[in-house]
């Protein structure tokens, strides 16, 4: 059971990036969630969801209402925590490694996306 999610998102606009703390909802595959966003710094934010989605790490999400913008799975079962120069090389560390094998088939069928 995954409830928290380190992502990497790519925001449809300026504007739809939501504050930290904000209420969005997730989707993945055929299903979604609600969730509350912890910016984490960059384009890298903690999801804690309402209901496990089983995701995997490379699946793409999408993030909506009220924000717009697509995502990667970067760890599928963090800790819970906040930002730190750590943890953002940390997840720079791990994005890098889905963009250079590709991405991969997630547990939904989904890829990574390029873009991340």
């Keep these: 059971m995954t409830l928290l999610i380190d992502a990497a998102v790519a925001w449809a606009t300026p504007e739809a ?3 930290g703390g904000a209420r969005v909802i997730v989707r993945h595959g055929g ?4 969730a509350r966003l912890t910016e984490l710094g960059g384009r890298f934010v ?5 209901r496990d989605l ?3 790490r490379g699946d793409r999400l999408e993030i909506a209402a009220p924000a717009a ?5 970067l760890d599928p079962a963090p800790a819970r925590h906040g930002p730190s120069r750590d943890l953002l090389a940390r997840l720079a560390g791990l994005e890098r490694e889905l963009r250079q094998a590709g991405g991969r088939a997630g547990s939904a ?3 990574t996306s390029a873009r991340l």
């Design 109 to 111: 069928g989904s890829r």
């Design 54 to 56: 089983g995701v995997a």
């Design 69 to 73: 913008g697509d995502g990667v799975v």
């Design 31 to 34: 299903r979604e969630t609600p």
């Design 46 to 50: 903690q999801l804690r969801l309402d």
């Design 17 to 19: 990036r939501p504050d």
